[in-house]
């Protein structure tokens, strides 16, 4: 069950109208790494937590929270589109100023939205499910979850970089430090189930029926050695269940494929060797 308080969770206004950046904006509420695609995310990990203990609480408390900055930015971006030029607009684009702003603002925020936010990107493509990933485990979720954060939270601080607007940087600092916090509290929680489940996703399939030899070798497929010098290239593994080797010329395993003829009937390119004799049907017909 959820409940919508009035009151925003953070003050969401800005100086000044600025339809371009209202644009902008709309990359980190209806992007890829964007308010929600966390949101879904985070809910729909929760919704499918089979239990109701401290992971599935983390989840919805921070998915309600996503919501929360979906309406903030919803907010600045309609209060940023106040000042967007509507009406005659061939003639208002006659003045080279307002010009360059319809040529860099998102002109569905004044056909389509009527100066508001909508569930697309900053270059107005829809907001797409296949953003989120919400697999059942919680260890591969909430690495997913690490990297929406920092990419969310790298988004963001472009954006403040590229502003001097006093309140939208406001704004925009309070997402920050909020991904500042969820970024933290994922590395906990995958820590935490690390040390519960090992390292590797899913720790509950049978060692013995991987191809142990190359568990933990790293194939150098680049120009040089300098993939040699990492970690990952010799010592023990991660897991700590064997030992990291490196492979500088990789030898091939699987010996060159060999197809055999498609039927007659599929009318691919023939072999010069084979000719048909006659029109043979697919089996269906025979």
Known sequence: MFFHKKELQYLSKPDRPDPVFARQLQEVLGGQFGEISVAMQYLFQGWNVRGNGKYKDLLMDTGTEELAHIEMLATMIARLLEGAPVGDLEKAAQDPVIGAILGGMNVQHTIVSGLGAMPVDSMGNKWNAGYIAASGNLLADFRANLNAESQGRLQVVRLYESTNDRGVKDMLSWLIARDTMHQNQWIAAIKELEAKE????????????????????????????????????????????????????????????????APFYIHNTLPKNLRPSSHTLPPSHM
């Open 198 to 261: 090992n390292v590797v996703v899913p720790s509950t399939f049978p060692k013995e029926l991987e191809k142990q030899e190359v568990s933990y070798v790293l194939f150098n497929f680049s120009e040089g050695e300098k993939s040699a010098t990492g970690r990952w290239a010799s010592g023990t593994s991660m897991d700590g269940l064997g030992t990291f080797q490196y492979v500088q010329q990789p030898e091939a395993y699987g010996g060159k494929p060999n197809l055999n003829p």
